[in-house]
Each structure stands twice: as structure tokens, then as C-alpha cells.
């Protein structure tokens, strides 16, 4: 046979055979298909995933005391790595019990910011977004939950919008308690005067309206109460008082850093305060130099294009005549650092017995009493936005009658003094920081004008008369700085009233 014939007749029986073994039983050549068998197959479908566990998220709440007014919103945020972003915003109408609806999720995101994802690691904070009107009101959240973490729900975020006044009184060593009736501004007495230490004499209120301090000079200690956010009503913190230097005059509280100044020891002293305890814990260092005999302080908080957030604390030495100033480094973080500013301390008046801030020019200026019997004035001063340095403003130190003590209200558009028997007003020249006499002034009020305070809402402004255990009330137009005198003024405080302050 010719080879190419018996080569195809090879390939012909091959592929006959091929066929008959598939046609007789043998496995076919389509694969099964998935999640089954073949007739000849013994595969199973694979098991299906694990579920997602279950969502895991804690809640905030707390409480509201004190409202009055209308249109209070709170705010729930979240710190994204970079900014915060607003995670819920709770109208409240009334005072009590609060929950924001927002859940924070520990495994999962939070529906309510696109996008965004904020789990329990993060930091979260609570503000108020609007403040209550009809009548204005100024609430406060407490320090320790303007940013913290979270590890279960919060059920105790306190908002305090009620306002207290608080009274020092050296003959009977003791502190007199009173609300402020959002209306009028008239003082109700919260309670029996509660014992302090040996003449106390400046206090100062922790911002969240929760811990009162009061500086005791001859105790050389400082006593520490516990607020309560309804009444007012003051309790001794455990471990109260606390040890100070010698002969403290003068109190300042930023965040949770508390200053006392000791008139007796030329010196400073600095505590760290656990903001939910009270309790204040001397840092280290434990005290500054000063001048000779600190009696006076004031905070400049700082803000994005004064001082770069970094706050500034000015004390007044009364026996040296000068001003000292520290920047404030670690009073947004756990750590405390006081740096002297360049060229401190400055060159004041003598027997400087207030400090005061106004706004000139698009920065901040200081303004302090000289209490110097006839030759009483008020000293101004520039405040350099980088140094801190203070220089002195043309046309001052503004000559006064006399000059017991001096305090600008909330938005520094006013400057009030305290001259004998009379209040003193004046405009503050929003570009030079002059002062200049404001019409219906001086309003006398019939009693030795010793020291002034306004309320942080702006609407009401008190003038101590110590000798008479007294407070005389005043309604204030925040439009044209006019006093009109309170309905039930003037307030029996206390036998001394030795400092008076509204927080």
C-alpha cells in the first residue's frame, strides 16, 4: 500500500476509537458547573463567608441646669486627624436630662459624616453651638468634656447656664453664695456663708462653673469648693485648703493651671487642677519669681493672630510699681512651662489694684489702676502681638480724681471706674485705645465705690461697697455703655465683702 494511504487509514482507526470510548459511558468533556457534580463527581461548594460582627457604638448625654432662655444648641464633634467635624447638633428646650442620637462607633463608620470614619481611638468634644436668648444667657460645658476619649457610653456631660455670684468676707472668714436672676440680674442668697481660711480675699471660678478657689492671706493657703451646677451652693473639696506661699493675694485659673500670687514671697505659685476633683497638685517648678508684693493677674488668652494661641499672664506688683508677664506654653497640654517675656518686668503706676484688657487697632491693649491717693491714674498700654512686650499708649496715664479699681466689659468697647462714691464710664478708641468720658457720667452710688464686676452675659454690672457688706446693681446697655440702677439694689453680701465676682 503507498505510505501516505496507510498513514491516514492509522489516524481513521484512532479517531473511531476515541469516539466509541466516549460513547460508551466514559466521563464528558463539559465541566460541571459551579456548586455541583458531574455524574461521576464528588466536590461540595465552599462554606460562605463569616457575618461582619455586630456594630458596636457608645452614646453621649448628660445634663442641663440653670436654662432660661431660648434657642440653646448643642454640638457633639469629632477630631479627623486634622480639624473637628460636627457629628450632631441637640436643640435644647429645657433644663435636665440630654442625649445626643449620634452613636460612636468602635468597628464601624458614622453614617452621619459622609465619608468619614471615627472610631472610639479618636478624641471627641461637646461646645455649644448657640448660646440661649429672651433672656441672653452664657452656658458653659464642663472642662473635662471638651475633648476626651471615649471607652463606654457618657452619661455625665454637665451644661451650666445659670450665673453665680460670690462674695469673700474677712471679718467672719467666710464666702456668701448667690444666683443671678437671668432677668434683672438681682442676687438671691443660695445658703448660709461657708467657712474658708484666715481673711480670704480674691477668688476666681474654674470656666465650667464647676470649682470655686478663694486665696486666704493670713492662712497663707488656698480653699477649694465644689459647685453645684443647680444652685450654686458650694462644698468643700476633700484635702481643702491647699498649702500656698506667703501672704496669697491674687487668683488666676487658665484651663486647668491655677496661679496664686503671694504678696508676702515676691513669688508665683502654679497648680495643675483635676477638672473633675478640684483637687489642684503644685507642678513642678512649684513657683516663679515676681516682682516684690504680686497683688494683681490677668490672662490674655491669645487667639490665631494674637499670640499664636499662647496665652499671656500679667501681674501687677504692687511694691516694686511694675508689671510682670509669662507666656503661658503648656496651658493647652499636660505639660506646664512659664517663659518670662523679653524685657519683663514693665514699668507701671504705683499700687496697682486692677488690670484690665480693651482692643485697639486691631490688637489688645492692658490698662491698669493706680490707686495713688490724689494722684490716681489709669495706665494703658500696647500689647505686642509677638513679644508681649507692653508700651506705653500715647496720652496715658489718664489722670482721675481718684482710682479704686477699673474693669472693661465682655466685648472691650467700655472701660468703667470706681472714684470715691461714684462710677466713672468711658469709650475705649478702637484704634488708639484713648479713653473718653461716656455722657450721663459719673452715676453716683450713694456709698464708697471699692471694686467693680460684670456679668459674663454683659448685661449687668455690680460696684462693691466692702465697709457696707454690700453690692449695688446695675442694668448695662451693651449698645452705649449707659448703667440704669438695679430694681431691690443695693445686695447685702456679707460684714466685709471684701472681693465680689460673678461667674
Known sequence: ????????????????????????????????????????GTGSAP?????PPPFVGYTVSGTISGLVGQ??????????????????????SSNGHYDFTTTIGTNGPNASVAGSFYPATFDYGVEIALQPHSPTQRCVVSDSYRNF????????????????????????NAISGFSVDAYTGA??????????????YALVSSGDKQHLYVANTDSNDVSAFAVD????????????????????????????????????????????????????TLWSPASYATGTGPSVMAIEPGNATFGGFTPILYIANAG???????????????????????????????????????????????????????????????????????????????????????????????????AGTNVLGYSIDRQTGALSPLPGFPVAVGANADSIGIDPTNQFLYVRNG?????????????????????????????????????
Open 71 to 92: 434657642g440653646l444648641v448643642l454640638k457633639l464633634y469629632g477630631l479627623n486627624y486634622v480639624r473637628p467635624q460636627s457629628l450632631d447638633q441637640l436643640p435644647i
Open 1 to 40: 500500500m503507498h505510505l501516505l494511504s496507510r498513514h491516514i487509514a492509522r489516524v481513521s482507526t484512532l479517531t473511531v476509537a476515541l469516539v466509541a470510548v466516549t460513547a460508551c459511558g466514559g466521563e464528558s468533556s463539559t465541566p460541571p458547573s459551579v456548586g455541583g457534580t458531574g455524574s461521576g
Open 467 to 503: 465697709s457696707a457688706g454690700t453690692v449695688i446693681g446695675f442694668e448695662l446697655n451693651a449698645a452705649t455703655g449707659e448703667l440704669t440702677p438695679m430694681p431691690g439694689s443695693p445686695f447685702a453680701v456679707g460684714k466685709s465683702a471684701d472681693f465680689f465676682a460673678t461667674f
Open 320 to 418: 516694686s510699681n511694675d508689671i510682670s508677664a509669662f507666656w503661658l506654653l503648656g496651658a493647652h497640654g499636660p505639660e506646664q512651662a512659664l517663659e518670662s517675656v523679653v524685657g519683663s518686668a514693665f514699668r507701671s503706676g504705683s499700687s496697682v489694684t486692677s488690670l484690665a484688657f480693651g482692643a485697639a487697632a486691631g490688637g489688645r491693649v492692658l490698662y491698669a489702676a493706680n490707686a495713688n491717693g490724689v494722684d490716681a491714674t489709669i495706665s494703658g498700654f500696647s500689647i505686642d502681638p509677638n513679644t508681649a512686650a507692653l508700651t506705653s499708649l500715647p496720652g496715658f496715664p489718664f489722670a482721675l480724681p481718684s482710682c479704686n479699681y477699673i474693669a472693661t466689659d465682655q466685648t472691650s468697647t467700655y472701660l468703667y471706674a470706681t
Open 229 to 280: 451646677r443647680s444652685s450654686g451652693e458650694l462644698t468643700t473639696v476633700p484635702g481643702s485648703p491647699f498649702a500656698a506661699g506667703t501672704r496669697p493675694r491674687a487668683l488666676a485659673l487658665f484651663r486647668s493651671t491655677l496661679f496664686v500670687a503671694n504678696a508676702g514671697s515676691d513669688n508665683l505659685s502654679v497648680y495643675r487642677v483635676d477638672q473633675k476633683s478640684g483637687v489642684p
Open 187 to 200: 442676687l438671691v442668697s443660695v445658703g448660709p456663708p461657708v467657712a474658708a481660711g484666715r481673711s480670704p
Open 47 to 51: 462554606p460562605p463567608p463569616p457575618p
Open 149 to 172: 476619649a471615649i471607652t463606654a457610653n457618657v452619661t455625665d456631660v454637665g451644661v451650666v447656664c445659670g450665673e453665680f455670684s460670690y462674695s469673700t468676707n474677712t471679718a467672719d
